[in-house]
């Protein structure tokens, strides 16, 4: 890929709503401003539309919202830290950590590989602590780099 599934500044670290709609918006706010979300209301309108197929919460405090659209420009991930948590539909409650996978409508594959390699990683407690634990956006941003390969 030409451009980094993450940046720094499509992380937030402490969103304090407990609205599953509101932590959404607010990780496709992250992405749009990084030019990765041509329409930020199609796009959540995308999400929406997969969610309500299935809910996307994991176990272990996961939110997992994805969906392809023609409002996406590259494939892409926003994370949030939510401490307070909020509901995706885990069958454990809450989810603490959100991560918001963003496709093109043409990305078949690339959003599998994303959504494959992520998971493979969330499994594992050491990744999701990591990423609760990091300082920094920044940290956040390289430790998916680091651990979620999707080539």
Do not use: N, W
Not at 81 to 102: E, H, K, N, S, Y
Not at 106 to 119: F, M, R, S, V
């Amino acid at each position: 890929m030409s451009h980094p599934l993450i940046t720094a500044d499509m992380v937030a670290l402490d969103l304090t709503s407990d609205d599953r709609e509101t932590v959404t918006r607010q990780l496709i706010d992250l992405m749009a401003a990084q030019g990765r979300v041509t329409d930020a209301e199609g796009f959540h309108a995308d999400v929406r539309a997969r969610e309500a197929q299935m809910a996307t919460g994991m176990p272990g405090g996961i939110g997992l919202p994805h969906a392809r659209s023609e409002h996406v420009s590259v494939p892409s991930l926003a994370v949030g830290r939510v401490p307070g948590g909020v509901d995706f539909g885990a069958p454990d409650g809450p989810a603490t950590l959100v991560f918001l996978i963003a496709a093109p409508a043409g990305g078949d594959a690339d959003h599998l590989k994303i959504l494959a390699a992520l998971a493979r990683r969330l499994v594992h407690e050491s990744f999701r602590t990591s990423i609760l634990e990091a300082a920094d956006g920044g940290t956040v941003a390289e430790i998916i780099t680091r651990e979620v390969v999707t080539s």
